[in-house]
C-alpha cells in the first residue's frame, strides 16, 4: 500500500500543482451526500497523494471530523488529513459516516486515480473496476490525462473506449458523434448494449445514422466471436462423443458386441471420479487440485473390471446372437443404474473441478474458451492416439485383430481367444470409464448419466464406419460441430432430429459408413 501511494504521488506531482485544501476535505467529509460528491468530483479533477490517502480513509471510516479541522485516526496515531502533521483527538470529534451512495462515489474516484500508478497490473485492474461500475462526467478530466499519460498501446484504447462511452451521453452532439465513432471501432458485448440504449433515445438525425452504423459495425465483429464459439463447442461436444464412442468402436465395431451398458460402463467412471475426489478431501486436502491424476487410472480400472465381469459371466455365452445380447446388456444397464442408486443416492452428486481447470482463455471480448472444455479436447486425443497404438503397435493389439477378423485361425496358431474376448471388452469398457471421468468435469454425475450418450455414441460408430477407428474421429467431430450450428438455428430438439434423419439418409447411400472395411475382414 505504501509503495503504492509513493507510486501515485510521483505520477500525480508530475502534472497537477495544487493539493487538497482544507475547506475541499470538509466539504468532502461533511454536509448533505449530492454537495459531498460534488465536491468530491470538484477535487478529483485535481487530484493528488493526499486525496488518494484521504479517499482511503474515509472508505475504512477512519475519518473524524472537529469543527476546526478533519482528522484521520491510523490506530493510535491521529494526523490532520490536508497536511499529514500530528494531531490529538478533541473529545467533541464526530465520526464520518458513508452511505452506499457516498461509498460508490469514493470507491469510483479512488479507481480512477489508481489509472496513474507506476505498474500495469494497477492500472488495468483499475480500467476494469471503472468499466464494471461505470464513468461519470465529472471524471473525465483524469480521465483524458490517463488516456494521455498511458504507455500501453492495449490499455489506452480500452481506456479511449471508456471515455467515449461517458460521451456518447454528452449534452453536446459533437461530442456524442465522435465518441460513436471511436466506439464503433469496439468488439465488446457492453458496447453494442450501450450504443443500442442510446439510439433509443437519440434525437439528432445525424447521431443517429452514425449510431445505427457503428452497431452494424460491432455486430459484425460479435459475429465471429459466436461463430467460433459455436465450432469451439462443437469440437468440445465433438471430443465428448469421440471418448464415449471409442470404447464402443472396440466392443461394437471390432466385437460384434451390441453393448446397451455402454453408458452405465461410461457412469461407474464418473462416480470412480466422484470417490477419489471425496477421498482426497477427507485425506489429502492439501493436494486435492491432483485428484484428477488419480481419478483417471480409477475410473479406468473400476471400468475394465466391471467390463470383465460382463464378459466372463454373460456375454461370452451369447457372441454371435445379437438380439439376445442387446436384451442382455440393456438388463445389465438397469441393474448398473439401479446398483448406483442404491450405494449413492438417486440424485445427482457434485465433482468438483480442480483449480488449474477452473476459469478460461478470454480470445475475444464474447468468446471464452473454459480451461476443462481445452483439456477434455486434449485428453480425448490423447486416449485417441493410445487405443491406435495399442490396436497396430502391440502384441495384444495383433491379438485382438487376428480374433476379431478370424477367431478360427487365430485359435489355431495358438491364441487363447476366450482371454483375448475379456482383455478387449475390457478395454472398451475402461475407455468408457475414462469417457465418464471426463463427463464429470463438465456436466453433472448421476444414475442416468449414460443414458444421454448411447445413441449419439451408437451413431458415431455406424457413420464412421464399424471398426474402423478414423472414421470414430471424423463422425464424432463432425456430429458435434453439425450438432451445435443445427441448435443455434433450430433448437435443441429440432437439432437432434434433423441429425437423425441425415444420418439414416447417409447410412442408406453409404451402408459401409465413412469409412469402409477393407480386407478378409470386409467380406466375413
Known sequence: MIRWMVGLGLALSAWSASALTAEQARAIAAGETDARIAALGEAAKQPDAALAGFVQALLEDAVKLTPKAVLVVDGAAVK????????????????VVNNNRMRGALQAVQASMKLLSPELAVRQAAVAELAKGGVDEAQLPLLDKAVEAEPD????????????????????AAKRL??????????????????????????????????????????????????????FTGVSLGSILLLVALGLAITYGLMGVINMAHGELMMIGAYATYVVQNLFRAYAPDVFDYYLWLAVPASFLAAALVGAVLERTVLRWLYGRPLETLLATWG?????????????????????????????IAVLPNLTLPYNRIAIIGFAFAVLAGVALLIARTRLGLFVRGVTQNRRMAACVGIHTARIDTYAFSLGAGIAGLAGCALSQVGNVGPDLGQSYIVDSFMVVVLGGVGQLAGTVYAALGLGVLNKFLEG???????????????VVFIQKRPQGLFAMKGRSAEA
Open 80 to 95: 490532520d488529513a490536508v497536511t499529514g502533521a500530528a494531531a490529538t483527538l478533541p473529545d467533541d470529534a464526530e465520526d
Open 153 to 172: 498501446a492495449a490499455l489506452k484504447a480500452t481506456l479511449g473506449r471508456l471515455r467515449a462511452s461517458v460521451l456518447v451521453a454528452s449534452a453536446d
Open 332 to 360: 445389465i444397464s438397469l441393474v448398473l443404474m439401479q446398483g448406483v442408486r442404491s450405494l449413492f443416492g438417486a440424485q445427482n452428486v457434485p465433482v468438483e473441478n480442480p483449480a488449474w481447470l477452473s476459469g478460461g
Open 178 to 231: 465522435t465518441a460513436v465513432k471511436e466506439l464503433s471501432v469496439s468488439g465488446e458485448p457492453t458496447v453494442k448494449a450501450l450504443l443500442q440504449e442510446r439510439l433509443a433515445v437519440e434525437t439528432d438525425a445525424e447521431v443517429k445514422g452514425a449510431l445505427m452504423s457503428a452497431i452494424g459495425q460491432v455486430e459484425s465483429r460479435l459475429a465471429w466471436g459466436e461463430r467460433l464459439g459455436v465450432v
Open 489 to 503: 438455428w433450430a433448437g435443441a430438439v429440432l437439432a437432434k432430429i434433423m441429425v437423425l434423419v441425415f444420418i
